[in-house]
């Protein structure tokens, strides 16, 4: 085995990176502010977010009765802000993109609101705007990596962001097909 | 008015060179008339295809390059406009995006863009309501409307990339953002500021490995202390300059400003040697913000350089040792 790369990463290079050693209580957080988080969106994500699955037309059939009814904003005050705001700093945008990018926010989690990939003016893993914190592209591929789907990173063409639905119900809006992922 | 450019990077046996100006917070003056001195100049030498003019770098206000590059387009040197995301929305990319059609002025290179700088009162409001990938959409819809209504002449549109990246996850971030962008429409990739020959050979291997072959231009610059400083701190987004190199640049410097110079100009040529050899089909020119003389240097420098062995190659210019295999291939050249 050759001997670690200690600071560069290149792509086809046979010299591994070496990684530095977590300690006992950056295992921790990471776990808490990344694993868990991103599995229990992910799971809840594929059981309430996916037009395929047996119970998505009640889902839909619901959506609609709360929107003809006036009442999509009850579900966004009672449910989903109590629940996004806290996991994800969501800014209710309407048109949710967190699937895109391992379940963080991008309006929330990136100053420039990057839909589509990393602009290029991260250092060392850590954002251009706010060098303290890390990349959200960054801790996404990190939290892909962790169950295998690292490659997935960033391969959907995510459309314009749907300034209509600002400030609307993005859970209502999706079982409408109302938000960018209709087709 | 010429649009050459496209033409001179579609066809792959030439090596062009560009060169970037950067224009200030004025709107006439003395660096207003050298930037379009430069120009003119490099218009006047006929080896440059094409200058690209900044659109508000950093984030801080500065002339439109709208305006200048119409006065230059007008002189005969064709413009890449550098387009960004920062400072309108859709609304107002698209009719920028027209009003650069109605000009004449079709290279566009599409960024997402610095964050916002200061300006009047403090800092602005960061926009990025697109893109670069969204940007580069909306250019390729435009061209659409624009053979509808009756012109030929649609937009080239280029995209950057920033190969330089020390991790994984940003080296992966960046390669799969530019396989987007080519997958919208981008013509061609102009890199970032970087001087790691292993990283410019990755981002060839990276391509061939997707089958795609864009043209792909590498970023020179004429490293002076004070902006290899900016760039070592990080000050300048996306660009790299290593701590080994750092610290050799101001060893050239101290001595006289004219060897720093000189060294500068070596580099820049060793540069444009070493990507030529890797494949690159071009080199892009920052740095020059007095005179288009230093350019001409580096290309005399560039035509009499003969590779002196392997031990230039490993000074500590570069992060690292470069490969063997890459000292044959330009050991092949000559």
């Known amino acids: ?183 | 008015m010429l649009r050459i450019f496209s033409h001179a990077i579609s066809n792959p046996e030439n090596f062009v060179v560009t060169l970037e100006l950067v224009p200030g917070r004025e709107s006439a003056g003395r660096s207003i008339d050298t930037l379009k001195g430069i120009a003119k100049d490099a218009f006047s030498d006929g080896r440059i295809s094409a200058v690209s003019i900044t659109d508000n770098p950093g984030g801080n206000p500065s002339l439109s390059p709208d305006v200048l590059g119409y006065e230059i387009f007008k002189c005969g040197m064709d413009v890449i406009v550098h387009f960004t995301c920062r400072d309108l929305n859709r609304v107002g990319m698209e009719s920028r995006a027209l009003q650069l059609a109605r000009m004449g002025m079709k290279n566009i290179l599409a960024l997402t863009g610095d964050y916002s700088g200061k300006g009047f009162g403090g800092q602005g409001k960061p926009v990025f309501d697109f893109d670069s990938v969204l940007l580069t959409t909306l250019l390729k819809s435009l061209d659409q409307r624009l053979l509808a209504s009756g012109d030929p002449d649609l937009f080239f549109t280029g995209c950057a990339v920033s190969p330089f990246k020390t991790t994984e996850a940003e080296t992966l971030a960046q390669y799969g953002k530019l396989d987007k962008k080519l997958m919208a429409g981008a013509s061609f990739v102009i890199t970032q500021l970087g001087y790691d020959v292993k990283k410019f050979k990755e981002l060839i291997t990276h391509l061939h490995q997707r089958g795609m072959n864009p043209p792909v231009m590498g970023s020179v610059y004429l490293l002076s202390p004070r902006s290899a400083r900016a760039m070592n701190k990080g000050r300048v987004p996306g660009a790299h300059v290593a701590d080994t190199l750092f610290d050799q640049v101001i060893k050239e410097w101290g001595g006289s400003p004219r060897s720093g110079l000189k060294t500068a100009i070596d580099r820049a040529a060793k540069l444009g040697v070493i990507l030529k050899g890797l494949g690159y089909r071009g080199i892009h020119i920052g740095g020059i913000h007095r005179s288009f003389k230093a350019v001409g240097r580096s290309w005399t420098g560039w035509r009499k350089l003969r590779i002196p062995g392997k031990r230039m190659w490993e000074n500590s210019t570069w992060p690292n040792p470069m490969p063997r295999s890459i000292i044959a291939l330009i050991r092949s050249l000559f």
Not at chain 1, 133 to 141: D, Q
């Open chain 1, 1 to 183: 085995m050759a001997k670690p790369n200690a600071k560069v990463y290149y792509c086809f290079d046979k010299v591994p990176v070496l990684e530095e050693k977590k300690s006992l209580s950056g295992r921790i957080k990471e776990k808490l502010t990344d694993q868990y988080p991103h599995g229990f969106l992910r799971t809840a994500h594929n059981l309430f977010f996916d037009k395929t699955a047996r119970l998505a037309p009640v889902y839909g059939r619901l959506a609609d009765f709360l929107e003809k009814s006036n009442k999509a904003w009850l579900v966004k005050r009672i449910l989903e802000d109590p629940l996004k705001k806290p996991l994800l700093s969501c800014q209710s945008c309407g048109d949710c993109a967190i699937q895109h990018l391992a379940f963080l926010c991008p309006e929330s989690g990136c100053p420039k609101h990057t839909r589509n990939g990393a602009c290029g003016g991260s250092r060392d893993g850590f954002c251009e705007v706010d060098p303290d914190r890390r990349c959200v592209w960054v801790r996404a591929y990190d939290r892909l990596k962790h169950c295998g789907r690292g490659h997935t990173l960033g391969q959907d063409l995510v459309p314009p962001r749907m300034w209509e639905l600002n400030k609307t119900s993005s859970w209502v809006n999706f079982h409408l097909g109302k938000d960018h992922q209709k087709d």
